[in-house]
T-cell receptor
């Protein structure tokens, strides 16, 4: 079957760096997505990786290794507003999105 | 730029009552459209997707149905709601597979449904 694994919850300190991991097993691969979802709100798009390597967007970076079925989202200079759930999703060979359950990130002062 | 809207934002419905959630997309044509449900503390569950007018694919057997009467309109319906239908419903759109956007999915604001 198809599967996306990510930690259920993580805690980090304001101003620090946190890395949220995502491993996947899917039927084919056509890209990996990261979304941010604040409590009670819809997910918003953060990043997209289709080739191996690191994609940087301001304080957020996303890394992909297709051979390892692995990605991470790196958040730098954490702010209280970064407290949210982070969803990893993979598009399979049929272009269907397979979603992880999300990682709840708690930022402490 | 493209925008997506869905309504109502919140609703409380009695068991056995009907449901209609509506979603519209602007600024693009022939989008792929999706309805997801997210139970409290759970991941996203794909309910329906559509690649064109009148073309609906159902992912999960349930008492819900979807319709796409116009290119940029997607409706989620039920004739008789169950308690288990409570949750956060999200409409979403994406472009053509393999396109420049990487087929990114963009979500509407979401609709909170409580069945009592």
């Amino acid at each position: 079957g198809q599967n996306i694994d990510q930690p259920t919850e993580m805690t980090a300190t304001e101003g620090a760096i946190v890395q949220i991991n995502c491993t996947y097993q899917t039927s084919g691969f056509n890209g990996l997505f990261w979304y941010q979802q604040h409590a009670g709100e819809a997910p918003t798009f953060l990043s997209y990786n289709v080739l191996d390597g690191l994609e940087e967007k301001g304080r957020f970076s996303s890394f992909l290794s297709r051979s390892k079925g692995y990605s991470y989202l790196l958040l730098k200079e954490l702010q209280m507003k970064d407290s949210a759930s982070y969803l990893c999703a993979v598009r399979d060979s049929n272009y269907q999105l397979i979603w992880g359950a999300g990682t709840k990130l708690i930022i402490k002062p | 730029s493209q925008t997506i809207h869905q309504w109502p934002a919140t609703l409380v419905q009695p068991v056995g009552s009907p449901l209609s959630l509506e979603c519209t997309v602007e600024g693009t044509s022939n989008p792929n459209l999706y309805w997801y449900r997210q139970a409290a503390g759970r991941g996203l569950q794909l309910l329906f997707y559509s690649v064109g007018i009148g073309q609906i694919s159902s992912e999960v057997p349930q008492n819900l149905s979807a319709s796409r009467p116009q290119d940029r309109q997607f409706i989620l319906s039920s004739k008789k709601l169950l308690l288990s239908d409570s949750g956060f419903y999200l409409c979403a759109w994406s472009g053509i597979p393999g396109g420049n956007s990487g087929n990114t999915i963009y979500f509407g604001e979401g609709s909170w449904l409580t069945v009592v």
